[in-house]
């Protein structure tokens, strides 16, 4: 979500522009990062493929753990994003028609990318995804995209402030991701290669 916040609404990129805001670079270092993760190749099993030899990968579940694979992330994830560049951010402004537009474009787009972030996580070797730390990022992501899929269409300028609140909020939870990410991989790589960890 980092980078996506990054775009932001107008209220929610100042508070991302405020160095005393919070960690925000780490929730994108983390996401970043999980790619070297990705490269541990674990008995040939993700999360995915356990959930799909279980039955389970029909069935959305409530349980943000890696041995559910809910396909409604996955339907979210496959649709297409919008791109936009930093510069065309620059010119939106905090007229209140226009705070609600760009709002309702984070409404729109945040999800998707969010969707994707959390499928990269189900795609882990299995035994790095039961890592507490990796799934302890990976709850976060989850509960996040969660939220901003349940969250009522954006209308009113009032819906804007409180949609602010939730980024606002969701980048403070997720603050120390990138030290959980370290932690998580320092351990992954300790376990013993009779695991068959593929470094």
């Known amino acids: 979500l ?7 609404v107008p209220r929610a990129s100042s508070y991302l ?3 005393q805001a919070g960690s925000t670079a780490s929730i994108g270092g983390s996401i970043t990062s999980v790619a070297s993760v990705r490269e541990l190749k674990v008995g040939k099993e993700t999360a995915r493929e356990r959930a799909l030899g279980h039955g389970l990968a029909d069935n959305a579940s409530d349980t943000p753990h890696f041995y559910f694979y809910d396909k409604s992330v996955e339907a979210i994830a496959s649709k297409p994003i919008q791109p936009i ?3 065309a951010t620059f010119q939106w402004s905090s007229d209140p028609d226009q705070l609600i ?3 309702q474009f984070l409404q729109q787009e945040l999800p998707i990318r969010q969707a994707q ?3 990269n996580f189900q795609a882990l070797p299995f035994i790095v995804g039961e890592n507490p730390h990796i799934n302890k990022i990976y709850t976060l992501l989850w509960e996040a995209l969660q939220a901003l899929s349940r969250f009522p269409r954006i209308e009113t300028l009032e819906d804007e402030k409180a949609f602010t609140r939730l ?3 969701q980048i403070q939870d997720t603050e120390g991701t990138t030290h959980l990410l370290g ?3 320092k351990e992954v790589r300790l376990l013993p290669l009779s ?4 470094y």
Do not use: E, F, R
């Open 2 to 8: 980092g980078h996506a916040w990054g775009m932001g």
């Open 17 to 19: 522009a405020n160095p």
């Open 85 to 87: 560049t930093i510069q």
């Open 101 to 103: 537009k760009s709002a």
């Open 117 to 119: 972030t959390v499928q």
């Open 167 to 169: 980024l606002i909020q």
């Open 183 to 185: 932690w998580g991989m």
């Open 195 to 198: 695991v068959g960890i593929d």
